[in-house]
């Protein structure tokens, strides 16, 4: 195969390919794994190659090679060293930790004969080499080991006015049987506007005292300030919430009562009037107008479709709370949709398993997403500027 020098233009990646076709798929990548490293150490150094800058923060110092064992099988590339500062490439760093997890996850199914055919092949494409039993257990136990420390981890140093929580559910063979595994996650709203992973439990109960052992763990942890809890309307929830966090503010995800309000519609041709009376009563200017539309609606439904009258008139207040917050934060705070993209993301990992062999191999894996995430996070973007008006009572 041609290989082509570190110059490489996206005209000569496509020539690669048309000439050479899947073959030339891991030649592509380690090219444009190298040319993003390298574009990643001049970012950080504040000039690009050969140029002169006052601002220039340290200087390139050739490369090292490091073969990397992908799906594509082993990819050498070439990371860039510098001297001055401390460098290493995201592009490395990203997903290492998830991938180590799912690996081991996959090799443990593997071992313990879940779908052993079915694994066996998933292993060859994930992984790129057999992994022998000894290496699994070794790899497991390092990255356990270091998965319990950040579940654990203190979060004390700085208020959290913003809780989301959200549960998912996963299969697991238990006891002989397959059975659904509940997944809790709670993620919270700093308050310098950043977001963070608080936590994650995982049971084969989302009962009640699942729910209140989780919150009570976040609470022993040091969660403190939390001023306002948004989540679905999950099965043992409220009454957990009620026990450990009294007469805190609780708003219902609004999508949710979206979707739930669907099952009260009595005929077709309606679904698209009730979601706009909906979503006109959420986007509301404040909540006096929200509760006028809300009663508007009951009364025009009560005789064409009751059973829909009488929930809207129950539920959909719980969706309400939102209006107390300063309005900059209500789009964003009045649904759980930042952990309903987690949980897609987490669905998409978890799907390659299909089943897990236990409660821990689960554990690992979306502990290891998580972390990943919340490093994201932390070091990113405020997700909400904190300095708006105090919420109100």
Not at 33 to 56: C, D, F, I, T
Not at 243 to 270: D, E, I, S
Request: some cysteine; hydrophobic content about 40%.
């Amino acid at each position: 195969m041609t290989h082509l020098d570190d110059h490489t233009t996206v005209q000569d990646l496509m020539t690669l390919l048309s000439e050479n076709g899947i073959d030339a798929f891991p030649e592509a990548m380690r090219i444009l794994v190298n040319e993003a490293m390298k574009a990643e150490r001049s970012l950080a150094l504040g000039v690009q190659p050969y140029e002169r800058s006052p601002h220039r923060q340290g200087h390139a110092n050739g490369f090292k090679p490091k073969t990397l064992n992908t799906r594509m099988g082993p990819l050498t590339v070439q990371i860039p060293q510098v001297r001055g500062i401390e460098f290493y490439p995201k592009a490395l760093e990203r997903g290492i930790r998830s991938e180590r997890a799912l690996k081991a996850t996959i090799a443990e199914m593997y071992l313990q004969g879940v779908s052993t055919r079915k694994v066996s092949q998933v292993m060859e494409q994930l992984c790129g080499f057999e992994v022998s039993s000894t290496q699994v257990s070794r790899a497991a136990q390092l990255l356990d080991d270091e998965l319990d420390l950040w579940r654990s981890r203190p979060i004390d140093e700085i208020a959290i006015p913003y809780l989301v929580l959200d549960a998912r559910y996963e299969k697991i063979r238990h006891g002989g049987s397959v059975v659904s595994c509940a997944v809790l996650i709670a993620s919270g709203i700093r308050d310098d506007g950043r977001r963070s992973i608080l936590g994650v439990s995982v049971s084969l109960s989302e009962a009640e005292i699942h729910w209140r052992e989780f919150l009570r763990s976040l609470q022993d942890r040091g969660l403190h300030g939390v001023r306002y809890i948004v989540s679905d309307d999950h099965k043992g929830l409220l009454a957990a919430l009620k026990t450990r966090f009294t007469n805190t503010p609780w708003q219902r995800c609004q999508f949710h009562l979206q979707q739930n309000a669907g099952h009260y519609v009595p005929k077709v041709h309606m679904r698209a009037e009730v979601a706009q009376t909906l979503r006109d009563i959420f986007n509301a200017p404040d909540e006096a107008k929200a509760r006028e539309r809300l009663a508007q609606a009951v009364d025009s439904y009560r005789k064409r479709a009751p059973a829909l009258a009488d929930w809207m008139e129950e539920n959909i207040p719980q969706g309400l709370t939102v209006f107390r917050l300063p309005p900059s934060h209500r789009r964003r705070m009045r649904t759980t949709n930042a952990l309903e993209n987690t949980n897609r993301q987490i669905k998409r990992r978890t799907k390659v398993a299909g089943l897990f062999p236990n409660e821990a191999s689960l554990l690992r894996l979306v502990s290891a997403l998580l972390m990943e995430w919340d490093e994201e996070w932390l070091t990113g973007r405020s997700y909400l500027n904190m300095q708006a008006q105090e919420i109100s009572s």
